[in-house]
């Protein structure tokens, strides 16, 4: 028997990857908030500061979803950094702006696509995630040459000050945090009522326990959760335990030391 069937479950809760399914914490809504005033002011970048696995991929993958924040109205463009040099920012952000034939001439297509979004009161917002200096210089250049272009640049917070510098210009900081301890249990709730389960299948310490584990960090979360529902499946136990989640985080421990010395 899976773990799935064991539990009555109709999917992954945790790792299925269904956009619909995006559990949005308090941090998530304060970040989405900060995003929807960038969209409406006259801010040219904003600096969307994250540890790793917090979330930020799938925060502005809603963001292109919705095409809009709060009550403006923008074209939203997603992208990952390019190290090759300029040309290759360019060919870069000109495909993700729907061009796909072949030009010499990059920057010209670009700058008719900004220009059309804003003829039609759009503006277009560029999020590099995870971005680095090559391409937010590109970007910062761009978005100086087009008054309704706007930056996203999504790093760690050690990163921010050196993408600032190469950006020469202030952004406005939005920070994305962690999930607290008290949202733990929506967090759980939330995915496994997605895959027609409840969060009671965790104990109260077992979700101490994950929140300890793993800091709240949403892409650890994920994972141990998971772990432990296949894990307390394997034994036959009715709910995931305090030591169900100790076995598990140390498996992955193990499991991390075993690849670490490998390489």
Same mark, same amino acid.
């Given at each position: 028997?899976?773990?799935?069937?064991?539990?009555?479950?109709?999917?992954?809760?945790?790792?299925?990857?269904?956009?619909?399914?995006?559990?949005?914490?308090?941090? !998530?809504?304060?970040?989405?908030?900060?995003?929807?005033?960038?969209?409406?002011?006259?801010?040219?970048?904003?600096?969307?500061?994250?540890?790793?696995?917090?979330?930020?991929?799938?925060?502005?993958?809603?963001?292109?979803?919705?095409?809009?924040?709060?009550?403006?109205?923008?074209?939203?463009?997603?992208?990952k950094s390019s190290r090759n040099g300029p040309e290759s920012v360019y060919g870069m952000f000109r495909r993700a702006l729907g061009f796909r034939n072949h030009t010499t001439n990059p920057r010209r297509d670009i700058d008719s696509a900004i220009r059309e979004s804003d003829r039609q009161g759009l503006r277009t917002v560029w999020m590099i995630d995870p971005c680095d200096a090559n391409t937010i210089a590109v970007a910062a250049d761009l978005a100086q040459h087009h008054r309704n272009l706007s930056v996203v640049a999504a790093a760690s917070p050690s990163q921010r000050t050196g993408l600032t510098g190469a950006a020469g210009m202030c952004g406005m900081r939005i920070d994305l945090g962690p999930l607290s301890l008290s949202e733990i249990d929506a967090f759980l709730? !939330?995915?496994?009522?997605?895959?027609?389960?409840?969060?009671?299948?965790?104990?109260?310490?077992?979700?101490?326990?994950?929140?300890?584990f793993t800091g709240g960090i949403v892409g650890d979360l994920a994972i141990?959760?998971?772990?432990?529902?296949?894990?307390?499946?394997? !034994?036959?136990?009715?709910?995931?335990?305090?030591d169900i989640v100790e076995a598990t985080i140390e498996i992955a421990n193990q499991y991390a030391a075993v690849s670490a010395s490998n390489h």
């Amino acid at each position: 028997m899976g773990y799935l069937e064991h539990w009555s479950l109709s999917r992954s809760p945790f790792q299925s990857g269904d956009a619909d399914g995006l559990f949005l914490g308090a941090s !998530h809504r304060e970040a989405l908030a900060g995003l929807a005033y960038f969209a409406s002011s006259s801010w040219k970048l904003a600096m969307l500061s994250a540890a790793p696995r917090c979330g930020t991929t799938s925060l502005l993958e809603l963001v292109v979803r919705m095409q809009g924040l709060g009550d403006a109205a923008i074209d939203a463009v997603l992208t990952k950094s390019s190290r090759n040099g300029p040309e290759s920012v360019y060919g870069m952000f000109r495909r993700a702006l729907g061009f796909r034939n072949h030009t010499t001439n990059p920057r010209r297509d670009i700058d008719s696509a900004i220009r059309e979004s804003d003829r039609q009161g759009l503006r277009t917002v560029w999020m590099i995630d995870p971005c680095d200096a090559n391409t937010i210089a590109v970007a910062a250049d761009l978005a100086q040459h087009h008054r309704n272009l706007s930056v996203v640049a999504a790093a760690s917070p050690s990163q921010r000050t050196g993408l600032t510098g190469a950006a020469g210009m202030c952004g406005m900081r939005i920070d994305l945090g962690p999930l607290s301890l008290s949202e733990i249990d929506a967090f759980l709730g !939330h995915g496994l009522q997605q895959a027609g389960g409840s969060s009671s299948l965790f104990s109260e310490n077992a979700k101490v326990r994950l929140h300890e584990f793993t800091g709240g960090i949403v892409g650890d979360l994920a994972i141990a959760a998971e772990s432990s529902l296949k894990l307390a499946a394997n !034994h036959a136990l009715q709910r995931v335990t305090p030591d169900i989640v100790e076995a598990t985080i140390e498996i992955a421990n193990q499991y991390a030391a075993v690849s670490a010395s490998n390489h």
